[in-house]
């Protein structure tokens, strides 16, 4: 009876883990890194239009532009701590995460929009050169917003996989413990509380 029970409590604490090296819906070391690639570029392409909005928007680009570098360099933080550690993608840092891209790309509409609309005041105001300039910079900040949206959408996708994955392996483990506790009851044995 003796060996029956440790063979039973046996098969009940393997049964998680057998469970887990059979899960294969987490995101993966390379789905991550590629994810972290494309924020990459997207940052690449987005400090140089900061330091547009700084020069040709004034004070009001001055403030601006320091929230979007402060937002940059979490962003850029990030990157390095899930280079050396992709898995820590799949807890509570991945969804930190993009919340700081939904935040870069919010900061690159409002960049366009206030490039715009200072372009039309200038254009009121006569100077045409430094309309267009505005106007370049409107639409430079609108195509890396959307670049950091796209971005934002892979990295979205790539969490609620993980989400999606973590509940199930959740609901898995709960069944098998379940199963586990209906076999001990049915051979006699109580568990220990």
């Known amino acids: 009876m003796r060996v ?9 604490m393997a049964a998680p883990a057998m469970l887990a090296q059979t899960q294969k819906s987490f995101p993966t070391d390379d789905e991550i890194n590629l994810i972290l690639t494309q924020t990459e570029r997207a940052i690449q392409q987005y400090k140089p239009l900061i330091d547009q909005e700084q020069v040709q928007m004034g004070k009001d680009g001055a403030d601006s532009a320091a929230k979007d570098r402060q937002n940059l360099d979490a962003l850029e933080t990030a ?3 899930f280079r050396s550690k992709p898995q820590a993608f799949n807890g509570p840092l991945g969804l930190i995460f993009f919340g700081m891209l939904d935040d870069a790309d919010r900061n690159a509409v409002l960049c366009g929009s206030g490039a715009s609309s200072q372009a039309t005041l200038q254009l009121m105001d006569g100077n045409v050169t430094k309309a267009d300039s505005l106007v370049h910079l409107a639409q430079s900040c609108a ?9 934002s959408e892979n990295v979205e996708s790539l969490y609620q996989r ?10 898995r483990g709960a069944e098998a ?11 006699g044995v109580q568990p220990k509380k």
């Open 177 to 187: 413990a379940e199963k586990c506790m209906a076999i001990l009851k049915k051979n």
């Open 162 to 171: 993980y989400v999606e994955a973590e509940e199930q392996l959740a609901n």
């Open 143 to 151: 195509d890396v917003s959307a670049l950091i949206y796209t971005v």
């Open 4 to 12: 029956v029970s440790f063979l039973i409590v046996l098969m009940c």
């Open 79 to 81: 990157l390095k701590a």
